[in-house]
């Protein structure tokens, strides 16, 4: 059973700059790919980023392209989203996600499979 717990979310003024980190336990980290997802308020909740086991392969949602980078410490089982330029849209709850052994899973990856953590609130202030 892996337990995962999110950090670094706050409030921000549009432009800014957050890194949001999830530290996991339980498990051994580096048989997961990574990913992190968000519910924006009212809003289903949406894929952001994932990287694969090694930290080698790394999939981004097109609405955060270039903006953000996920990457991960295998070292110290964390995984990170680095966030910069955030706008008002990008407020939401951001969940960390453990997911199988494949990257290519992560996008679709449902509440019921892999794990989850309990999300960081993120609010971009205009």
């Known amino acids: 059973q892996v337990q995962l717990v999110e950090s670094g979310g706050g409030l921000v003024q549009a432009g800014g700059s957050l890194r949001l980190s999830c530290a996991a336990s339980?498990?051994?980290?580096?048989?997961?790919?990574m990913g992190w997802f968000r519910q924006g308020p009212g809003k289903e909740r949406e894929f952001v980023a994932a990287?694969?086991?090694?930290?080698?392969?790394?999939n981004y949602a097109n609405s955060i392209k270039g903006r953000f980078t996920i990457s991960r410490d295998n070292a110290k089982n964390t995984v990170y989203l680095q966030m910069n330029s955030l706008k008002p849209d990008d407020t939401a709850v951001y969940y960390c996600?453990?997911?199988?052994?494949?990257?290519?899973?992560?996008?679709?990856?449902?509440?019921?499979?892999?794990?989850w953590g309990q999300g960081t609130q993120v609010t971009v202030s205009s």
């Open positions: 996600a453990a997911g199988g052994s494949s990257i290519a899973t992560m996008p679709t990856l449902s509440s019921l499979d892999g794990y």
């Open positions: 990287v694969s086991r090694s930290g080698g392969s790394i």
């Open positions: 339980g498990g051994t980290f580096s048989n997961y790919a």
